[in-house]
């Protein structure tokens, strides 16, 4: 009975260290979780990126529409200009 008892105990034991090593295992799990929460981005920081990113596309493309009107407007005044001083140096220059 007493060997019985002595091998219950360490088992126990065994059972307690075990138990002992697990926890600081979950502490070590817990630690890594804190970084991660912390450093990491959630799914509300990506939508928000995606919307931020979306917004700049939008507001590129608005900004390249607008540069490109202002070139077509310059080459077509410089364009007239040419040919109404081809024009004038061919009419009046003998």
Do not use: P
Request: charged residues 20%; glycine residues 2%.
């Amino acid at each position: 009975m007493d060997d019985q008892l002595t091998r219950i105990e360490s088992a126990v034991q065994a059972l307690l260290a075990s138990n002992e090593a697990m926890r600081v295992d979950i502490a070590k799990l817990q630690i890594q979780v804190a970084f991660i929460e912390q450093h990491y981005a959630t799914k509300a920081d990506i939508e928000m990126v995606k919307t931020m990113v979306s917004d700049a596309r939008g507001e590129f493309y608005r900004a390249m529409q607008a540069q490109t009107w202002k070139l077509i407007s310059w080459m077509t005044v410089v364009c007239s200009a040419l040919t109404t001083a081809v024009y004038f140096i061919a009419r009046n220059v003998h």
